[in-house]
């Protein structure tokens, strides 16, 4: 089972502060998955990367795949109240949509006002 | 469009006992995956359900069990249960080999005493 190393595994920080979060593993990637979770709530699929040295924008969050595709990072900039959670990375064996996730043990951030 | 809905939120048993936990996918979602997440943990996948029959599972014992009915909404049945078995239970829907995209629903808090 590939096994999927997420860091700092809790984080708070200040409002307005950039951040950055990593996901990694000994073994390649067929594709990685970010999430969101608050509490209370289940998780929310915030971006899919695919490709080595990919890089997605979602507003204020980017998203990095490496290029040998055992790692990823999130970037938030100017980070807000509402950008508080748990931050998962998750990765599908097949990534074909058939399997199961596996996921990271996530990043608990808390960003103050 | 409902989302993934479960039922019930929350759930208190005591050792020994027997849960079901239900879960309704998303409109037009044809397969559905159930996940433990312990407190402070990322998810774990159990196993997952399409045309009304377990495709994949986790490594989790025989006493976690499902079902998928026609109508794609799905069970999760715990037998025997121990206090470690308290944990967020999540439920998640796709459209089985549509891309990688997959719902989850709010949970079930489940607590064994």
């Known amino acids: 089972t590939q096994l999927l190393e997420q860091s700092p595994q809790f984080l ?24 969101r979770q608050e509490p209370g709530e289940g998780p929310v699929l915030l971006v899919t990367v695919v ?20 790692d990823s990072s999130l970037h938030i900039t100017a980070a807000q ?9 998750a990765w599908e064996p097949s990534g074909g949509g058939a399997d199961g996730l596996t996921f990271g043990k996530g990043t608990h951030l808390i960003i103050q006002p | 469009d409902a989302g993934v809905t479960q039922s019930p939120t929350h759930l208190i048993k005591t050792r020994g006992q027997q849960v079901t936990l239900r879960c309704s996918p998303k409109s037009g979602h044809d397969t559905v995956s159930w996940y433990q997440q312990a407190l402070g943990q ?18 989790f014992p025989d006493r976690f069990s499902g079902h998928q009915f026609p109508n794609y909404s799905s069970e999760l049945n715990v037998n025997a249960l121990l206090l470690g078995d308290s944990a967020l239970y999540l439920c998640a829907s796709r459209l089985r080999d549509r891309g990688y995209e997959q719902y989850f629903g709010p949970g079930t808090r489940l607590t064994v005493t």
């Open chain 1, 12 to 35: 708070s920080i200040q409002e307005g502060e950039n951040l950055t979060v990593y996901c990694n593993s000994s073994s390649v990637f067929s594709s990685l998955q970010w999430y």
């Open chain 1, 51 to 70: 490709t080595g040295g990919e890089v997605k924008k979602l507003k204020r969050l980017t998203f990095q795949f490496g290029d040998a595709r055992k």
């Open chain 1, 81 to 89: 109240p509402g950008d508080t959670g748990l931050y998962l990375c």
């Open chain 2, 42 to 59: 990322g998810p774990q996948f159990i196993f997952q359900y399409y045309e009304e029959e377990e495709r994949q599972r986790g490594n």
